[in-house]
Every structure is written in C-alpha cells, then in structure tokens.
Antibody
C-alpha cells in the first residue's frame, strides 16, 4: 500500500525553526517528484515547495523562498522541509504529496494525513 | 487572490449535475495541464482528475474534467450527499515557476 506519513509539526515561536519529515512507503520513492502543500485554518490549499525524484531540482512558492528548504533522502525514502524564520502566517496543516511524474511538479496522487504547525508566542 | 479563479460555492440537489469552473486568465494556462482535488471535511485532499480529463483508478466516472482555452471545468453527475466537499483546481504556472491552486469551491448537495 502506498503511504505517506508526516511528522515534526508542533508549536514554535515566531522567528523559530522546525523540520518536517515525510516517510514514504509502497512505491519507488526516487522515481517520483514530491511536494509540500499547506492549509491554514479555514483556508484553501497553498502549494509550498516541490522537488524532483533525484533531488536535483527544487521549486518554492514566493511566500517561503529563502526561508524554507526542501530535501529528500532516497536511501531512506524520506522527504523533508526545513522551515526557518517562521511567521504567524506559516501556521497551517502541512501535507506531503507524491507526484505522478519524476522530474516536474505535475499532479499529486497520494497525500499524507498532514502535520500541524503552529507559530505563536 | 488566487491566480486560478473558482466560484466560492455551488449547490445542487441529489441526483443532479453540477459544474465547477476554473479560470486561468492567461494564455500560458491554455498550454498547461489542470488537475482537480476533492477535500472532504477534516481529511486530506484527494486527486480526482489529472491532465485535464484523466481519472485515477478508483475514481467513478460521475466525475469528469474538461478544458478549453483558459478555462477548465469539473463536472459531477448523479450527485450524492457524500460529494459535499471542497474542490480545488491546480496547475503549474510557468511565469511564476510555481504550482498554483484555485481558491476552492464548496459544494453543497441540498
């Protein structure tokens, strides 16, 4: 069964850092691009960042560029999102999602259950 | 303000058909593939349509997608109460070098 399991969410103060992880299973992890999508409370979906299957290409939303870093460890089937300089507006449920393709951000066919990040003092 | 424009809400009776539009507003959108996602209350999104009209395995043919020029449409026939959800369109935006979602449409089955 294809599964994605996020972890690492929690409460952090403004300006702080947090690292999210997404453990993948049930598919050839290195063959698929991966993405992070977030959803603020009561709001719509917002794409955050994507990475190609080999990890050589990364993409970011303007709202997180320079503060967040996406990475992957294909030997451990793990996707990560390092979040620095966090702001109140980063408060959201963060989902990792598997892409249909290998090299580009195309469409997301498998989603994790999400992990909640709360940025507050 | 989302790059992709969706109506905030639509409604229809059980058994009826409803359509949800997604307008890209730029010529680039005409060349991009659109996908659609269903988010039931309290759950993660689910892929309904990709590449404008293709359905992943397990998605019933009551759900269909189409695209013409700078507008895409999700159609749902034979509405069921279990279809009440938020629906999002999405696509890669070459000018922004980023993926974009529409603002979402809340479907109410009356």
């Amino acid at each position: 069964e294809v599964q994605l399991l996020e972890s690492g969410g929690g409460l952090v103060q403004p300006g702080g850092s947090l690292r999210l992880s997404c453990a993948a299973s049930g598919f050839i992890f290195s063959s698929q691009a991966m993405t992070w999508v977030r959803q603020a409370p009561g709001k719509g979906l917002e794409w955050v960042s994507g990475i190609s299957g080999g990890g050589g290409s990364t993409y970011y939303a303007d709202s997180v560029k320079g503060r967040f870093t996406i990475s992957r460890d294909n030997s451990r089937n793990t996707l990560s999102l390092q979040m620095n300089s966090l702001r109140a507006e980063d408060t959201a449920i963060y989902y990792c999602a598997k892409d249909l393709l290998t090299s580009t951000v195309h469409a997301f066919d498998i989603w994790g259950q999400g992990t909640l990040v709360t940025v507050s003092s | 303000q989302s790059v992709l424009t969706q109506p905030p809400s639509v409604s229809a009776a059980p058994g009826q058909k409803v359509t949800i539009s997604c307008s890209g507003g730029s010529s680039n959108f005409a060349n991009e593939y659109v996908s659609w996602y269903q988010q039931l209350p309290g759950t993660a999104p689910k892929l309904l349509i990709y590449d404008n009209y293709k359905r992943p395995s397990g998605i019933p043919d009551r759900f269909s997608g189409s695209k013409s020029g700078t507008s895409a449409t999700l159609a749902i026939t034979g509405l069921q109460t279990g279809d009440e959800a938020d629906y999002y369109c999405g696509t890669w935006h070459y000018s922004l070098s980023a993926w974009v979602f529409g603002g979402g449409t809340k479907l109410t089955v009356l």
